[in-house]
């Protein structure tokens, strides 16, 4: 099976200056990765994603790391805002034909203003 | 993921009582997904299923939990005698089929 963790349950940035949140997975075989952010009392939003075959995938001020060699994955968020407050969870998935998200337990950002 | 609607939004229940839980996918999306999610923790899979088909419910507690999606109208979650271990967040996901998921708000179920 896959399990995935996340380094820091909490992270605190000040206005301004940039995150990078953490995630490790367990399983090799696992091919596509999902970055969420859950603001209290709601569901999951997707941020952003990375198929394995990449090791690098930006957006709009959040880009995604892969580093398939440690089986690690970071998200970056450039120029914090107080609005990037919430909990981010990766979710992974664990291989061709593989519909189970597995979630990790989530970081606690937080931002100060 | 404003387009997966689940509801009801609180749902309150005694022990013993059963709790059903709605969710309609986003329009155009074949797949859904259940995942409960437990105070400070991350989402655990319960269930896949496309219309008509139960494709995965190795997530799924063995007795009193059963999930459908007709052929008409919403995916229902079923928790049949509630205990105090059900109360948690029960959300709802739907996928065309890429593996890209969006969810819904969420149902937060209390069993007093």
């Known amino acids: 099976g896959e399990s995935v963790g996340l380094h820091l349950p909490t992270l605190s940035v000040q206005e301004g200056d940039n995150s990078i949140i953490n995630c490790a997975y367990s399983?090799?075989?696992?091919?596509?990765f999902i970055w969420y952010k859950q603001e209290s009392g709601k569901g999951p939003q997707f941020i952003i994603d990375?198929?394995?075959?990449?090791d690098k995938r930006q957006g709009q001020r959040v880009t995604v790391l892969l580093n398939k060699t440690v089986k690690h994955l970071s998200l970056q968020i450039a120029a914090t805002q107080p609005g990037d407050s919430a909990v981010y969870f990766c979710?992974?998935?664990?291989?061709?034909?593989?519909?189970?998200?597995?979630f990790g337990k989530g970081t606690k950002l937080s931002v100060i203003p | 993921n404003a387009g997966v609607m689940q509801n009801p939004r609180h749902l309150v229940r005694r022990r013993g009582q059963e709790a059903r839980l709605r969710c309609s996918p986003m329009?155009?999306?074949?797949?859904v997904y259940w995942y409960r999610q437990l105070p400070e923790e991350g989402l655990k899979f319960m269930v896949y299923?496309?219309?008509?088909?139960?494709?995965?419910e190795s997530g799924m507690p063995k007795e009193r939990f059963s999930a459908e999606f007709p052929k008409e109208g919403p995916s229902i979650l079923r928790i049949q005698q509630v205990v105090r271990g059900d109360s948690a967040a029960y959300f709802c996901?739907?996928?065309?089929?890429?593996?890209?998921?969006?969810f819904g708000e969420g149902s937060r179920l209390t069993v007093l």
């Open positions: 996901a739907s996928g065309g089929g890429t593996g890209e998921l969006f």
């Open positions: 399983n090799s075989a696992s091919d596509y």
């Open positions: 990375i198929r394995s075959n990449m």
């Open positions: 979710a992974v998935y664990s291989g061709a034909g593989s519909y189970q998200l597995t």
């Open positions: 329009k155009g999306h074949s797949h």
């Open positions: 299923l496309q219309k008509e088909n139960i494709i995965d």
